[in-house]
């Protein structure tokens, strides 16, 4: 795999690759030979099928996607040169399509605008992930069972290799590090597509993998983690590997979250530092306040932990968030303040989400979010978020189906972006996963119950 950024010049490449990005947040593409490009193709785009990617009924599915050039790379491969671009997504009448994750995330940003708080919402997400040498899984009425394998000590087949233990994993180098040539590979193909990067290390568990992107505006942001987990898995699969951003995909051994550091900007400047509690402006503790309340009440779990896995690794005992806290230098706490950071440079980690939240949706609300905080005048400490040494206080929701109650009562403040239609259909789309799975036995409630 060969990629490099687009520069503008159309004459070499042989197919255009339109992405266009289904309700999930996965990317899906149409590929078009350079004999059909013209002018009209690139600037009206071409129709396809939209119920296919989960948005609409039958009855009204017809849409156009239309290619962003500005987003466009070149992958060289099998002999081909294919110009690859995101797409954003028109009605048949020519209106920009409201449920369309993009149109999501421009209608977030432009509220934040309006509103006159900032200019720019700036975000840098962490890639957790893990990687291995085997998987299978299945599921059928008379059994159930998935199975991995890791050179890093799991599994039968490497039951009896030298290991460092299931948890002591966190900047492994090789030859421990058993997977350092994925990371370096992945990095250098995501530079080469435009996607900044700021570090990679292993993780804490073994075979869990960090790839920690830099600051980008909301809308790239997204791009940058749909195209980022794209080119991760290619390479994976070109080095016989397999990789997951399950959220928990083992039992007794971390999770993988996706957290996102964010602030917000004016005239070039954060507005987050100050001189309140952990160095954050009133406004900076008023967003945390706003997204620390829409958490507690499932609503913003619901786009930023979206799956039934997600509370497999919301649970105490894994540097995984239980509850709505904030705090300094606490990876316990829903909401991080970094303390490595110089005074001015304040800023906020959310390190609940997770890699299974269409994360044009899950940036989106999270912004919206803190900006009810901030217009509210929300004070965290007030509301009993700042972390203590106590029983945590203020539980998050405990499943899918908690976090989609929530959302049905809780979602005035996503209204500047989230059209009903799209909160109906993805609560819908929702439970029907988790009645799929909370339907089903485990093997552990044949260990206790049988």
């Known amino acids: 795999m060969v990629l490099s950024k687009y520069t503008g010049e159309l004459s070499s490449i042989d197919y255009l690759s339109m992405l266009v990005v289904d309700v999930h947040g996965a990317i899906r593409s149409v590929s078009l030979p350079k004999s059909y490009l013209s002018e009209k193709v690139l600037k009206n785009g071409i129709g396809f099928d939209a119920s296919n990617f989960g948005y609409a009924q039958v009855h009204k599915s017809d849409m156009v996607a239309v290619p962003d050039l500005s987003t466009g790379f070149i992958e060289e491969k099998d002999g081909f040169k294919i110009l690859h671009a995101f797409c954003d997504v028109w009605t048949t009448d020519g209106q920009p399509f409201d449920q369309y994750p993009r149109t999501v995330a421009r209608k977030a940003a432009e509220r934040l605008r309006e509103s006159g708080i900032g200019d720019d919402a700036k975000m840098l997400v962490e890639l957790e992930f893990y990687v291995f040498d085997e998987v299978s899984y299945s599921t059928t009425t008379a059994h159930s069972y998935y199975y991995v394998e890791s050179e890093e000590g799991i599994g039968d087949n490497y039951a009896d290799a030298p290991r460092f233990g299931l948890s002591k994993g966190y900047h492994r180098l090789h030859p421990d590090d058993k997977y ?157 303040i970094p303390g490595y950071l110089k005074k001015g440079e304040a800023r906020i980690e959310f390190r609940t989400g997770d890699a299974t939240a269409n994360t044009y949706y899950f940036l989106a609300a999270m912004l919206l979010a803190g900006l009810d905080g901030i217009e509210r005048g929300l004070d965290p400490v007030k509301l009993g978020y700042a972390a203590t040494k106590e029983t945590p206080k203020n539980t998050f929701p405990t499943g899918l189906f908690h976090v989609l109650a929530g959302l049905q009562k809780d979602h005035a403040y996503l209204a500047p972006a989230f059209p009903a239609e799209l909160i109906r259909g993805w609560i819908a789309m929702k439970k029907q996963e988790a009645e799929y799975v909370y339907n089903a036995p485990v093997p552990q409630e044949y260990e206790l119950y049988f």
Do not use: C
């Not at 930023?304 to 997600?310: D, E, F, I, R, W």
């Open 180 to 336: 350092s040539l994925l990371r370096n590979e992945a990095v250098k193909l995501m530079e080469a597509a435009g996607i900044p990067v700021k570090y990679h290390h292993h993780e804490v568990g073994a075979s869990q993998l960090e790839i920690e992107l830099n600051f980008i505006s909301l809308l790239g942001a997204a791009d940058a983690v749909v195209l980022g987990k794209w080119i991760i898995k290619n390479v994976a699969n070109e080095l016989g590997l397999f990789v997951t951003f399950m959220p928990k995909p083992m039992y007794k051994i971390a999770g993988n979250g996706m957290h996102v550091h964010q602030f917000i900007e004016k005239q070039g400047k954060s507005i987050f530092p100050g001189e309140g509690l952990y160095g954050l402006s009133e406004a900076g503790l008023a967003y945390t306040a706003g997204v620390l309340t829409h958490a507690l009440s499932g609503s913003l779990l619901a786009f930023s932990n979206p799956s039934t896995n997600s509370y497999r690794r919301l649970v105490p005992g894994y540097e995984a968030p239980v509850s709505a806290t904030f705090a300094q230098a606490s990876r316990a706490a829903a909401v991080r």
